[in-house]
T-cell receptor, first 115, second 116 residues
């Protein structure tokens, strides 16, 4: 199993450009998440989804959009890139099955620079 | 409100020393889960442990051990006889059981450097 796969691994954007960060998982997890990690900081939740067709905002959603058309895929879109969005982005997934809150499985991250 | 505080930003030890990483959390819920993740220099996040609020037993896994104390709202992580491969950023995280989607609140992380 590949687990959670993120593409691309690195990207440089110009201010005002748009792009989509791809995330796919092959564990049949209902829950998926997008986080950003700024230097010296913990991870902050951008958006999450509890199933196909259902998404909701996290702590820092401004400037981002998501969609969840399938269980496997959860792309994150930046419409008008700004320098403040320079960060490392992590996608994660978890299962609602089992007892209690299950651990999240993370992708390897996408390092994004906005210049 | 939920909050996780890892007051130690950076810790440096020499190989074979024991080291404890502190984690203090805040929550109003009586049912919650605590996690530790490791982020090695390669950047990925690796799950280490999950603990629920009803299980205060300490846990040991090899050189790793965790001390959960509800009375002080702490969930500390100790590495015994540290090794260079333990060098990483370690994150403590909290999830309240009644939150939709199992969302995690992360601490700021503690960067551990183990020198040979």
């Amino acid at each position: 199993n590949a687990g959670v796969t993120q593409t691309p691994k690195f990207r440089i954007l110009k201010i005002g450009q748009s792009m989509t960060l791809q995330c796919t998982q092959d564990m049949n997890h209902n829950y998926m998440y997008w986080y950003r990690q700024d230097p010296g900081m913990g991870l902050k939740l951008i958006y999450y989804s509890v199933g196909a067709g259902i998404t909701d905002k996290g702590e820092v959603p401004n400037g981002y959009n998501v969609s969840r058309s399938t269980t496997e895929d959860f792309p994150l879109r930046l419409e008008l890139a700004a320098p403040s969005q320079t960060s490392v982005y992590f996608c994660a997934s978890s299962s609602p099955r089992g007892q209690g809150i299950q651990p999240q499985h993370f992708g390897d991250g996408t390092r994004l620079s906005i210049l | 409100a939920q909050k996780v505080t890892q007051a130690q930003t950076e810790i440096s030890v020499v190989e074979k020393e024991d080291v404890t990483l502190d984690c203090v959390y805040e929550t109003r819920d009586t049912t919650y889960y605590l996690f530790w993740y490791k982020q090695p220099p390669s950047g990925e996040l690796v799950f280490l442990i999950r603990r629920n609020s009803f299980d205060e037993q300490n846990e040991i896994s090899g050189r790793y051990s965790w001390n959960f104390q509800k009375s002080t709202s702490s969930f500390n992580f100790t590495i015994t006889a540290s090794q260079v491969v333990d060098s990483a950023v370690y994150f403590c995280a909290l999830s309240e059981a009644n939150n939709q989607g199992g969302k995690l609140i992360f601490g700021q992380g503690t960067e551990l450097s183990v020198k040979p």
